[in-house]
């Protein structure tokens, strides 16, 4: 099932390419046409965090409060969350659909990566930089390029700090330290296991329009909490 997506996925990324010119833009529009199929859920997915942000301080101080009762502290929490109409699955659901659809992106683009040796986008072509830095710098979109993998993780590590749903410093802080521990494990694994500029790329536009989607959501839930 699978692979059979991810050979549909390759199709149309072609015909994309064939209307650019350029795979590098390919990838960068094959991200955008994937970001806006996924716009609704992944909006639901951050309004959800949203929702429990805002409830976080009553939830510290049931917490605080029924510490030595769980039963207890649980069924206040559920009753708080219903008076204030969150759904705590709710941010989970729409992970549970953009899951299998990134996994194929990802199947699509390493079952094929001979299409991207002679793709090329920015800094990434045959140059003198990438004579002078073989090991660190690609020429291709099939190449492992450090500068890109890099561009991910600050797009990875901005996603995951605006995420932040804890208000209480000491979780906050330990919502912080983790997203520097993911940033810098996914990074290493790119870099590791060689994955190709092309991955990269799509991920690093689908994260880049991730953000500007969460400070939309973001700007317009405090808009709407200050009228």
């Keep these: 099932m699978i692979d059979s997506v991810a050979s549909l996925m390759i199709t149309l990324l072609r015909g994309i390419e064939s209307v650019t010119g350029s795979y590098g833009l390919a990838i960068v529009v094959f991200a955008v046409i994937i970001k806006l199929l996924l716009y609704v859920p992944t909006k639901q997915q951050y309004q959800a965090m949203k929702d429990m942000q805002k409830i976080q301080p009553e939830i510290q101080r049931l917490q605080e409060l029924y510490k030595d009762d769980q039963n207890?502290?649980?069924?206040?929490?559920?009753?708080?969350?219903?008076?204030?109409?969150?759904?705590?699955?709710?941010?989970?659901?729409?992970?549970?659909?953009?899951?299998?659809?990134?996994?194929?992106?990802?199947?699509?683009i390493m079952m094929d990566q001979r299409l991207f040796e002679n793709a090329y986008f920015m800094w990434i072509y045959p140059g003198p930089l990438q004579n002078l830095f073989p090991d660190l710098l690609a020429s291709s979109l099939a190449g492992r390029d450090l500068p890109m993998i890099l561009f991910y993780g600050l797009t990875m590590y901005l996603s995951q700090r605006l995420t932040s749903t804890n208000s209480n410093t000491q979780a906050a802080s330990q919502q912080k330290q983790m997203a520097i521990i993911m940033t810098v494990m996914f990074s290493w694994m790119m870099w590791a296991y060689n994955w190709p500029c092309a991955l990269i790329l799509y991920w690093s536009v689908f994260s880049l329009l991730t953000i500007i989607q969460q400070s939309i959501i973001m700007r317009s839930n405090s808009e709407g909490s200050q009228s």
């Excluded at 069924?75 to 969350?81: F, I, N, P, S």
């Design 72 to 108: 207890t502290l649980q069924q206040k929490q559920m009753e708080l969350m219903r008076e204030h109409n969150v759904n705590p699955l709710a941010g989970c659901l729409p992970m549970l659909i953009q899951m299998p659809i990134l996994f194929a992106i990802w199947r699509a």
